[in-house]
């Protein structure tokens, strides 16, 4: 197995670092939207009608995902689509967002990052529209400016988000990118230090430390290195 700290380096010396982050960061998130789902059908119980519904949403769903896994992917999409103009918000956005990731492997940024807001307009949880908008953001990440970047991660890094640290490993990663190594450091150290943290983010945000510190050394003149 290739050792993550080489590739880090390497996607590092490349400016590649949200390359990284979308790579190895978001099998995390996915848990949020098995919450969402498990609750929606929950509610159903109490309502057999609904829970007939939601059942029927429940199957198209399960087979959407039966044709994604076999490669189908525009059949997949076209399942997905469906499922998505239904008047079940919470399937409706879990649709939504699988179709932004289909666009989003096949190299179409943007159309993924459009199909992630539209589905955390669509949600009708405020967790999984969380967990679309840091998607959007991961696949915007290298296309979008540092200041679009700053304008939609901040309130995902607010003290009482469940994704601020996600967010501000993106607003790290976007800072490094732009040159801004007063942000990038101040994101990265908090990431390495926050109890909170989950493990492979801050393993990463020590990687980012180390290049924020590099490239300041780096900018330095003759005159100021050590």
Known sequence: MADIFSEVEEELRRDKYNALLRRYGLWILGAAALIVLAAGLYQGVWEPSRANRIAGYSDAYQQAQALRAAGQLDAADSAYAD???GDHDGYAALALMQRADIAET???ASRAAALYAEAAEKADDEALAGLARVKGLYAMADEASYDEILSRAEPLAAADSPY???ARELIGAAALRAGDLDR???EYEYLTL???TPQGIRVRAGEGLAAVERAAAAS????EAP
């Open 83 to 85: 499922l998505s103009e």
């Open 106 to 108: 096949a190299g179409d």
């Open 164 to 166: 601020r640290a996600s």
């Open 184 to 186: 990038a450091r101040r």
């Open 194 to 196: 926050a109890p909170e």
């Open 220 to 223: 330095q003149s003759p005159e």
